[in-house]
């Protein structure tokens, strides 16, 4: 699986071919660093290991300072595995952009949604709520009802929807289309909506 790590810089427009003004995500993607390299041999998979936007030194553990040191590297912030990686990449070898992107490209997105809290089953569910209708009763418009039986079997049965911690999980989205690269700058521009707030890092799938 061909990848890369970048980090979502927020939304912008642009026209394409046709005239049309379409909404887009920036994706600053720096060149990846290949920190490990994994074989059949040696661990039972085929695999690569990428690093991306570096950290400070005295934030890292001494054990990834010295992992980072054998990629001949500085440390990174984020770390990413990628199975079955198709470019013949050697330790320490740097992967930019546009050796995997191209415009017109389709690709999938993975990111931590934003978190927003903790919210009623309205917001998270999408329950209707009873509107007006509520003979008299001051506190039921966004209630959930009911959520199980009485005597029997006395207990509320799992995965029943419910209000609860909403958003931050790790979401794909899948088939997405790379309208632009720019290499130059690190930058590619999805045509939609990415999962994550500003500044979170996403994992882009080819």
Same mark, same amino acid.
């Given at each position: ?68 040191? =054998? ?6 912030? /984020? %770390?990413?595995?990628?199975? &079955?990686?198709? $470019?013949? @990449? ?81 979401? =794909? ?6 309208? /632009? %690269?720019?290499?130059?700058? &690190?930058?590619? $521009?999805? @045509? ?15």
């Amino acid at each position: 699986m061909n990848g890369l790590i970048g980090r979502k810089v927020g939304m912008t427009s642009i026209f394409n071919e046709a005239g049309q003004n379409v909404a887009c995500t920036v994706i600053e993607a720096h060149p990846n660093v290949v920190t490990q390299v994994k074989t059949v041999d040696s661990d039972g998979y085929n695999a690569v290991q990428l690093a991306a936007f570096d950290k400070r030194e005295k934030s890292t553990t001494n054990s990834l300072k010295g992992h980072f040191e =054998k990629a001949s590297t500085a440390p990174k912030k /984020k %770390v990413v595995e990628f199975r &079955n990686y198709p $470019l013949d @990449k050697q330790l320490g070898d740097s992967i930019a952009v546009d050796e995997i992107f191209t415009a017109g490209d389709k690709v999938s997105a993975v990111g931590i949604s934003k978190g927003k809290g903790f919210q009623g089953v309205v917001k998270r569910h999408g329950f209707r709520g009873v509107g007006d209708a509520t003979h008299g009763q001051h506190n039921r418009l966004r209630a959930p009802g009911s959520v199980g039986a009485s005597s029997w079997p006395s207990k509320v049965a799992k995965g029943i929807r419910m209000a609860g911690r909403m958003g931050n999980d790790t979401v =794909k989205v899948k088939n997405l289309k790379i309208v /632009k %690269v720019l290499a130059e700058k &690190n930058l590619i $521009l999805i @045509k939609g909506a990415v999962p994550g707030h500003n500044g979170s890092f996403v994992i882009i799938e080819k």
